[in-house]
């Protein structure tokens, strides 16, 4: 049996989504348990010249987002990078997975072979969308949400392979 692209990727793409949303409902227990500011968490970083919690999660979204619009070729939303509190972390994930949810699978298969171009200001890089999907946004999504899990690991939050892998089962 072979998969079409849409159901190599975006069952895929949900799954750690989930873990973030699992995640964050113990970053945010934490907090309060241990009264921190969640703030703290939230712009927290591995290393001064990281991007913060925050970011990961803004990345992880928009990767899976945009992923998905491409390879469907269809023009995605727009989240402003704006969010400052959990809960609207939480709505960023759950925007996101509702949007990648609602495109049709037979337009995100039609793009298997669709060359999609990524312009950045010291390179471009043209894909077959197949190889987008899979060399592109899946180890992208992969370290912004491995990212996000060490953040908070490093402050203190009690978390195990588990966790990460809690939406993926």
Known sequence: MSLTLSQATIPFW??????????????????????????VL??????PDMKP???QVQVAC?????????LAGLTPP???DTET???ELRVRIHKTLDYIQS????????????????KFPQATFNFKGADYAHGWVIPNLHFHVTTFYNILRHNGLDLEKADYLSGML
């Open 14 to 39: 949900v799954r750690p989504l989930k873990a973030m949303l699992t995640i964050i409902d113990k970053a945010e227990a934490f907090a309060e348990a241990k009264k921190i500011d969640p703030s």
């Open 62 to 70: 928009d990767m899976v987002k945009l992923g998905a619009a491409r």
């Open 103 to 118: 495109i049709d699978s037979a337009a995100i298969d039609a793009g298997a072979d669709r060359t999609i171009e990524l």
């Open 53 to 55: 919690l925050s970011f």
């Open 42 to 47: 939230i712009n927290a970083r591995l290393a």
């Open 78 to 80: 727009s989240f402003p």
């Open 85 to 87: 509190t959990f809960e």
